[in-house]
Nanobody, 116 residues
Framework: QVQLVESGGGLVQPGGSLRVSCTTS????????MDWYRQAPGNQRELVAA???????NYADSVKGRFTISRDNAKNTVYLQMNSLKPEDTAVYYC??????????WGQGTQVTVSS
């Protein structure tokens, strides 16, 4: 069983920056993909960014140019750097790991609130 723990959420003003982290209990180097999702109240959970095993990244159109996903295999940690934050970025941000066997593992989520 893979365990994921997100951290780094909080309150930030519009236009500000925040970095959230996801640390796993096992090596992420072999993971098929490491993804960040978010869910705002009343909305479905949506994919924000993903980084594949080979390093290819993918972003939702709404965050392209503002968010950057990266990973540190030595620390078993994936990051989501969020810049130029907007109120509509407010949501609970979840980390998901997809194993080499294509099993999904989720973290508990971290709240990001963008408000003045």
């Amino acid at each position: 069983q893979v365990q994921l723990v997100e951290s780094g959420g909080g309150l930030v003003q519009p236009g500000g920056s925040l970095r959230v982290s996801c640390t796993t209990s096992t090596s992420i180097a072999s993971m098929y993909s490491m993804d960040w999702y978010r869910q705002a109240p009343g909305n479905q959970r949506e994919l924000v960014a993903a980084i594949a095993r080979g390093g290819r990244t993918n972003y939702a159109d709404s965050v392209k140019g503002r968010f950057t996903i990266s990973r540190d295999n030595a620390k078993n940690t994936v990051y989501l750097q969020m810049n130029s934050l907007k109120p509509e970025d407010t949501a609970v941000y979840y980390c998901k790991a997809i194993s080499a066997d294509l099993d999904d593992y989720w973290g508990q989520g971290t709240q990001v609130t963008v408000s003045s």
